[in-house]
């Protein structure tokens, strides 16, 4: 097990820019400071190679420019804000928006975008620390953020997050990596399995209505494994605003939230989540992105994304779990995607 720290010679807003390999046996990951990216993600298929399965660029520079949050640790707020308008103890607060008039992942200058502080605390885990201002893209209180990410000899990637505030705020972090576990093409194939009986309903734009649904009767029921593309197509409204899916799923708790399964390589991410939400994001809307990663192009469907999350848009809806943090207060949350073959 080992972390190797590769100076790049690149900075932004005055602080170096750093690669983290970190290895352990028979698993490899890539990530870094800017934004708490992670660029490369490579786990054993069925027959012990090695398959990349995470979406992303060689050069940072594509982070820097064209990058959809690809491996993003994404906050202060991930997924949307309607407006990018809350209220909190009586007062208003207005988020910049850069989503169809809304806010989306943390404004135009998010986490994602953020070169972090860092420390190696293991042999195969980094912490990355970011101090962000009262008042940085609109948000109430000084928020002191601590990001874990470490890898395990049994094949599985550790994501833990804290943060404290000094006045009362919302908080609500993801790591926004696009899975392939097939290594490249389509998602289509890839089998699904998702712990939750409901989904937040949403308009348009990816706005929560407030109204949760049931999941059964609908293709939105990945209760029992199906495959991404067997009812893509569906005239289901909540799917064809989307061209596919793109939804926050109520999770159910357990041991487990989430799977996926790659017929092709055998490869099989579980996942687990301290939170009560995940956005199962279906890449309806990515691409065609030429000249990515090995030089790949990217189009719809190149990959599955799960954000584990508090819900959308929660500041604005009482009837959903509460992203307020207070002063005074700790933020602790933990996700881990685990991987296996089958």
Same mark, same amino acid.
């Not at 202060?76 to 910049?96: H, M, T, W």
């Not at 505030?165 to 908080?171: G, L, M, N």
């Given at each position: ?48 190679? #090695?398959?990349? !399965?995470?979406?992303?660029?060689? *050069? ?5 420019? +064209?990058?959809?949050?690809?491996? @993003? /640790? ?53 912490? #990355?620390?970011? !101090?962000?201002?009262?008042?940085? *893209? ?5 928020? +002191?953020?601590?990001?874990?990410? @470490? /890898? ?191």
């Amino acid at each position: 097990m080992s972390v190797e720290v590769i100076r790049t010679g690149q900075h932004r807003d005055g602080r170096d820019i750093v690669l983290f390999d970190i290895e352990v046996p028979g698993m490899e990951m890539r990530m870094t400071n800017y934004g708490g990216i992670i660029m490369l993600l490579k786990v054993p298929d069925r027959n012990g190679e #090695l398959v990349d !399965v995470v979406l992303g660029f060689d *050069e940072l520079e594509d982070y820097f420019t +064209r990058s959809p949050y690809f491996g @993003a /640790l994404v906050g202060r707020y991930a997924n949307r804000i309607r407006e990018g308008r809350f209220v909190l103890d009586g007062k208003s607060y207005q988020v910049p928006v850069n989503a169809s008039g809304n806010a989306l992942h943390g404004g135009l200058t998010g986490f994602d975008k953020k070169v972090m502080n860092w420390e190696v605390t293991g042999e195969s885990s980094v912490r #990355l620390t970011y !101090v962000s201002p009262d008042g940085e *893209e609109g948000f109430p209180g000084e928020l +002191r953020l601590e990001a874990e990410y @470490a /890898l395990t000899p049994e094949h599985d990637l550790l994501l833990r997050y804290r943060a404290v505030t000094d006045q009362d705020t919302v908080v609500n972090l993801t790591n926004h990596s696009y899975f392939n576990l097939s290594g490249s093409g389509d998602i289509l194939g890839h089998e699904v399995r998702i712990n939750a009986d409901q989904f937040t309903e949403v308009d348009g734009k990816g706005i929560p209505t407030g109204t949760l649904l049931d999941v059964a009767g609908t293709p939105m029921d990945f209760r029992e494994r199906h495959t991404v593309g067997e009812r893509i197509d569906s005239d289901y409204p909540q799917l064809a605003q989307f061209r596919g899916y793109d939804h926050n799923y109520a999770l159910n708790g357990g041991e487990w939230a989430a799977e996926a399964y790659s017929p092709k390589t055998g490869i099989l991410m579980k996942v687990r989540t301290t939170l009560p939400g995940m956005q199962f994001y279906a890449s309806c809307t990515l691409g065609p992105l030429e000249n990515a990663k090995g030089g790949a192009r990217y189009d719809h469907y190149g990959a599955v994304c799960f954000e584990t999350q508090f819900y959308p848009d929660s500041p604005n809806h009482e009837n959903f779990p509460s992203a307020v943090l207070r002063a005074g207060e700790t933020y602790e949350q933990e996700t881990v995607y685990s991987f296996r073959t089958e």
